[in-house]
């Protein structure tokens, strides 16, 4: 069974079975998840482990047919001492052998992925649209500048300039924007050693100078975090854009004199996302006690010009999510009214 060890490496859940589903090999998730041992479950009847094994069955006839060359079904997977979990369940015969590989992917963990897929495609659409467009939109833009300055220069009429200074400060604007629409991807990516509290009680000083009163920032910090290769300062960005929009969410609450934000820091471990396992990441929350994400915008909360605050930019949080997945990581949200909590996950060494 040598030759199945590899399968350790997976964060699927995988057994390798014979046709009468008697079990030859089980990865080290498979152990986790069902709670009880690898040499207990090796041996056994493997059909006894799903609430209805006569599925199982079937798969392994039709594998052993060559009916298909894989086989999908969703089912439930018994655990001990635990609620049972829904699976997707993959069944594939080997071509060197009679032996038959039952992968299986928590439901939890697909609806992960596929949202993960997503959000990364999402990024990488917005990231080549913001680019395009920002060009498109900066070329006119300094023409219609300095048409407005020559403009200006032939006027005799004091009246007259204050509409061409409308016009040189809209563009001004505008160029702005664009500027900011464009900064994660002009600025080099600078690496070096980032300790995440120092991180944390930067975001923490400039939040408390903006917001003397009325908010309280609370340090929830597991001091043992060590320290990983990333921009200091791109993080430092993207906690502070996040901190910021909780602030401003928090306006009423502070103005009472009750606004908090939580900093809470933890190291998970044996974490998928992004379809790959990390033995450790950094999961740092930043946590409000806010009216939370209006339901309008939740699903588009990291599309870039979507905000949920009159006079936004909506760039904020977009930004947040570039430079997190610069780094390999992602950013999920979940919100209820009273309390919004944005995870920040990033891989450690």
């Not at 939040?207 to 597991?222: C, N, S, T, W």
């Not at 401003?248 to 996302?273: N, S, W």
């Not at 947040?320 to 992602?330: D, I, K, P, S």
Request: net charge negative.
């Amino acid at each position: 069974m040598e030759r199945f060890h590899s399968f350790d490496l997976l964060a699927t859940l995988v057994a390798v079975v014979t046709a009468d589903a008697s079990v030859q090999f089980s990865n080290a998730a498979l152990e986790d998840a069902l709670g009880i041992s690898r040499r207990t479950i090796i041996g056994s009847n493997f059909a006894d482990v799903f609430t209805e094994p006569a599925q199982l069955h079937s798969a392994l006839e039709g594998a052993l047919d060559n009916a298909f060359a894989a086989l999908r079904y969703d089912a439930w997977l018994k655990r001990a001492g635990l609620e049972s979990m829904p699976v997707h369940v993959i069944v594939t015969r080997t071509e060197a052998s009679n032996d038959i590989i039952v992968e299986m992917v928590p439901q939890e963990q697909q609806t992960r992925q596929d949202r993960e897929e997503r959000l990364a495609e999402q990024a990488q659409t917005n990231k080549e649209l913001i680019r395009n467009l920002a060009h498109e939109i900066k070329n006119p833009l300094g023409g219609i500048r300095g048409a407005a300055q020559l403009l200006e220069m032939e006027m005799e009429s004091p009246e007259l300039t204050e509409y061409t200074q409308v016009i040189i400060h809209e563009a001004d604007r505008l160029q702005s924007l664009v500027d900011r629409l464009l900064a994660p991807h002009r600025r080099p990516h600078l690496v070096g050693d980032v300790n995440i509290h120092e991180v944390c009680e930067r975001v923490r000083s400039l939040i408390l100078a903006e917001f003397p009163k009325g908010l309280r920032v609370v340090r929830d910090y597991d001091t043992s975090i060590p320290e990983f290769r990333g921009d200091r300062e791109q993080l430092i960005q993207t906690v502070l854009n996040i901190a910021h929009n909780a602030c401003q969410a928090l306006a009423e609450r502070i103005a009472a004199g009750d606004g908090c934000v939580t900093f809470k820091t933890r190291v998970t471990r044996q974490i998928t996302f992004g379809k790959q396992r990390y033995r450790l990441a950094l999961e740092l929350h930043v946590i409000d006690n806010g009216p939370g994400v209006p339901d309008s915008i939740r699903d588009r909360i990291f599309y870039p010009l979507v905000s949920g605050r009159e006079g936004g930019s909506g760039l904020g949080l977009t930004l947040a999510q570039t430079f997190v997945q610069q780094h390999h990581g992602l950013i999920e949200v979940d919100s209820v009214p009273g309390r919004t909590d944005f995870k920040i996950l990033i891989p450690l060494p």
